[in-house]
């Protein structure tokens, strides 16, 4: 990896910079959308309704997913496995619904793109939870101290296999 991190935090600071002007661009895109095909403002209400509906949906099921996979460790932890995998199952189709709401709200993008966003939220996930343990240890919370620290180093474990890939694929092009 030697000199690409430079590189690396160079396009993912282009890249948050790129995401804003899309943005902008989305939003004017939606206004010139109902101005030119007559949209009434009710109909583009409703899409919009629809959007928010599908957001809200996405975040209740990634929020099963830890739910549903901490109620199966634990039910495992009491000896009770078939309860276990079948709360396990549910927190798969959970995941494969919130998926299916990412990609109906465009947040899955091509791979490169999916990668430096994913990298732009590992760094930011590695900083907070640094934070957070600095937090917790003042607090004397020591549970909750380690549990950022181990979390934090899987960040980072992340962080940096996000850039191993991304090398290679730059050093495809």
């Known amino acids: 990896m030697g000199g690409c991190g ?16 899309i943005k902008r661009m989305e939003e004017e895109v939606v206004i ?8 009434s403002v009710k ?3 409703e899409k919009m309704q629809t959007m928010e509906i599908m957001e809200k949906t996405f975040d209740s099921e990634s929020n099963d997913i830890a739910l549903y996979l901490a109620m199966s460790k634990r039910a495992e932890e009491e000896g009770e496995k078939e309860i276990a995998a079948y709360l396990f199952n ?29 990298l732009a939220g590992e ?14 240890f003042g607090e004397g919370n020591d549970e909750a101290f380690k549990f950022f620290e181990k979390s934090m180093k899987d960040e980072t474990r992340h962080k940096e296999g ?6 290679k694929l730059q050093a495809k092009d």
């Not at 430079?6 to 002007?21: H, K, P, V, Y």
């Not at 998926?99 to 990668?115: C, E, W």
């Open 90 to 118: 549910i927190a798969m189709d959970e995941a494969s619904h919130a998926a299916q709401f990412a990609a109906l709200l465009g947040m899955v993008k091509d791979t490169r793109t999916n990668l430096l966003n994913m």
């Open 162 to 167: 996000i850039k191993k890939i991304l090398s």
């Open 43 to 45: 109909s583009a209400v």
């Open 32 to 39: 010139d959308y109902i101005k030119e095909s007559k949209l």
């Open 6 to 21: 430079g590189r690396i935090d160079l396009t993912i600071q282009s890249f948050i910079i790129l995401e804003r002007q």
């Open 123 to 136: 760094i930011q996930a590695e900083k907070d939870k640094s934070d957070a343990s600095e937090v917790a």
